[in-house]
């Protein structure tokens, strides 16, 4: 076994545990709130993880570029949803706050 | 099996207690749910690609990645309005 399979090895077996301990902290966290820091877990860490494995295994070549494309998607969209998501809860449990101060687009009561 | 495949299914492995989320949380939880899922199906797809030597195969990862921000937002601007 080459070097570069054991890093590679090592390196996904990170992002294994990384994604448990995300699904472990969204399933056990009490509220939407905690539960948002551990969403961030497997949608930041572990597809860094997965790209440096496979630019270890494979060099610099075609898959590792798509590789990179996909997983920058999923690094970016990551904090934009959980943004988008915190603000969601936020509305849902208190309200639209820009209608509560009277500017702003309609919120869920404004629509029906 | 290479080490791609095995972290493949030990991830996909890793997803279930998010079935429990899914299944008892709330509607808001269970958005947060769905994107762990997707990122975490994204991921599976690269190294099943990679681990099964298919090149082809990693655009379908790349569609599921742009996908997701689009899908979650949706998601994220109907539980604000309507649901």
Not at chain 1, 47 to 60: D, E, M
Request: proline letters at 3%; glycine letters at 10%; a negative charge.
């Amino acid at each position: 076994m080459l070097v570069k399979d054991v890093v590679a090895d090592a390196l996904l077996a990170l992002a294994v545990v990384v994604v448990l301990g995300s699904t472990l902290g969204v399933a056990v966290m009490e509220d939407a709130y905690q539960k948002l820091h551990y969403v961030g877990l497997a949608t930041l860490v572990a597809p860094v993880l997965v790209a440096l494995a496979v630019l270890v295994q494979k060099g610099y070549s075609e898959n590792t570029t798509e590789t990179w494309l996909a997983l920058l998607f999923v690094v970016l969209s990551g904090p934009v949803l959980t943004h988008a998501t915190a603000r969601a809860a936020a509305i849902r449990e208190r309200g639209n706050w820009r209608l509560l101060a009277g500017e702003g687009d309609p919120g869920p009561e404004e629509t029906g | 099996m290479t080490g791609f495949v095995a972290a493949s299914i030990a991830m996909l492995a890793c997803t279930l207690p998010l079935g429990a989320v899914l299944w008892r949380g709330k509607l808001i939880e269970a958005v947060m749910a769905l994107q762990v899922v997707g990122a975490v199906v994204v991921m599976v797809l690269i190294m099943l690609s990679e681990g099964f030597g298919r090149p082809g195969e990693f655009e379908l990862a790349v569609v599921v990645a742009v996908l997701l921000l689009g899908s979650g937002l949706v998601f994220l601007r109907a539980l604000e309005r309507w649901l």
